[in-house]
Structure formats: C-alpha cells, structure tokens
C-alpha cells in the first residue's frame, strides 16, 4: 500500500504500525520525528498535484482537519480517500482499526490495544472540575459542543463550560470567559501554542492548566499516555 495522509494523528498511528507505507504526509506532521516521507502541504491547503504525483493507493483525511473541495478533487482524479470522524474517545479506537486495517495493517497493532485499555475504568477523579478551554486568541475561541477535546477532558473529570453551545468551535469575548469563573482554564499548546508567558497572564485568578495539545487532542499512539500526562498537568493545575 501506498499511503498519504492529511492528518497527523493518522500520520502518526500509521507510521507506529506500517511506516513503509506512508508516501505523503502533511507540513503538520511532527510525529514521528524524522518520518521520510514527502512534504504535500497543510491540513487545510494540501497541494493536490504533489499528492496525485505520489500515485498513492489510499488517502486518508479527517471530516474536521480537511476541507471537502480537497478531497474532493482528489476523488474526481480517481483517488480513493478515506474520511474519519471522531467526536469521542471510544470513536477515535473504532476509527483508528478502520484506518489501519484500509492501510494493509494484518492484525490490530498492540499499541493500538494498550491505548484501549488505558481508557478503560479510569479511576473516579475525587471531584468534578469546571474548566475553560481556549483553543485560539486574537480572537478567543474554545471548545464548544460534540469534540474529541472535550471528551477527553469529560472522562478525566473536567466538564468544560461551553459544552452545550450550538457551536463546536465559539468565539467569546475574554470578559465573558473570565466571568464564567471556571475552576482552571485548560490551554493546550495547539492548536495555539499557548505557553506559561503567553496565556495565563489573561485570566487573573483563575487556576490555569498548560497541558499537551497532542495529548488532548491527537487520536493515535499518543493515546496510550494521554490518560497520565494529561492527568498529571490537570492535577497540578488544581493544587
């Protein structure tokens, strides 16, 4: 199989499983470190031409991480494209043996079955925690309804504030996310590369909680650890 993919959690669960299979990757694409394989552009402006070249067997997207027009030229060029969606982390393991099994993978990767088992009967955190996500500023933006984010965040005990808004990505004023007085402000460092100077200092008061953006949000290898890192920042943060 040849494989590209648009989508570097996939990148990353292929490479992990079948790493000659992956021919193109995206600029995105950071794990593994020094994975060989040919550059094709971003999630959002893949140069099509770069992929077609490739003559790739399979290309592997995400409905949230790539733009339809996209995919859909590759289709009309006679590509096959398989598009995930993953809302959930129950999703994400069924999602991720679909991929894998389209790329050639002969078996279920162990690796695959340790992430499972790391999110099975997590242990009750001693109490729920309201939290604050953003994702961007210039504008503030955070997770809203229906993401994988904040799912993860849900089965470790954190209820982010915007899960019910009609919008999975909303903007809202700093004010108004100061003013919700969440118990930590959860900032990730992606999408948005929020750091310890950069970030925390716009919510006065308030607990914040850097915390790992591949871990929060990547669906793949990363998962087996997601549970204790992500733990262990959220923990730290509550203190």
């Given at each position: 199989?040849r494989?590209v993919s ?13 790493p000659?299979?992956?021919?193109g990757?995206t600029?995105?694409c ?6 060989e394989?040919?550059r094709?552009?971003?999630t ?5 031409d770069?992929i077609l070249?490739?003559?790739p067997?399979?290309?592997i997207?995400?409905e949230?991480?790539n733009?339809?027009?996209?995919l859909d030229?590759?289709r ?6 398989l598009?995930?969606?993953v ?8 999602e991720?043996d ?7 993978a002969?078996?279920r990767?162990?690796?695959l079955d340790r992430?499972?088992a790391a999110?099975t009967?997590?242990?009750?955190p ?11 500023r ?5 997770l809203?309804?229906d993401t994988?984010?904040?799912?993860v965040?849900?089965?470790l005990?954190?209820?982010h504030v915007?899960a019910?808004?009609p ?11 100061v003013?919700?007085?969440?118990d930590l402000?959860?900032l ?10 950069d970030?925390?200092?716009a919510?006065?008061?308030?607990s914040?909680?850097?915390v ?14 997601a549970p204790r ?10 203190r």
């Amino acid at each position: 199989m040849r494989v590209v993919s648009l989508v570097p959690s996939l990148t990353e669960a292929v490479a992990a499983t079948l790493p000659c299979a992956l021919v193109g990757v995206t600029d995105w694409c950071t794990h593994p470190p020094g994975l060989e394989a040919v550059r094709i552009g971003g999630t959002k402006n893949p140069a099509v031409d770069r992929i077609l070249a490739l003559a790739p067997d399979l290309v592997i997207a995400n409905e949230e991480e790539n733009r339809a027009p996209d995919l859909d030229a590759l289709r009309a060029a006679g590509l096959g494209v398989l598009v995930t969606e993953v809302r959930t982390v129950p999703q994400a393991f069924r999602e991720l043996d679909r991929v894998l099994t389209a790329c050639g993978a002969p078996a279920r990767p162990g690796w695959l079955d340790r992430a499972e088992a790391a999110w099975t009967d997590l242990p009750e955190p001693p109490a729920r925690t309201t939290a604050v996500v953003p994702v961007w500023r210039r504008p503030w933006m955070v997770l809203g309804r229906d993401t994988f984010a904040g799912d993860v965040l849900a089965r470790l005990g954190v209820d982010h504030v915007y899960a019910g808004h009609p919008d999975r990505y909303p903007r809202a004023p700093l004010a108004e996310l100061v003013a919700a007085a969440p118990d930590l402000v959860v900032l990730p460092d992606e999408p948005y590369r929020f750091t310890a100077a950069d970030g925390p200092e716009a919510f006065p008061g308030l607990s914040c909680a850097l915390v790992s953006g591949r871990h929060l949000t990547w669906y793949g290898p990363s998962l087996t650890e997601a549970p204790r890192v992500l733990g262990e920042a959220l923990a730290a943060a509550r203190r």
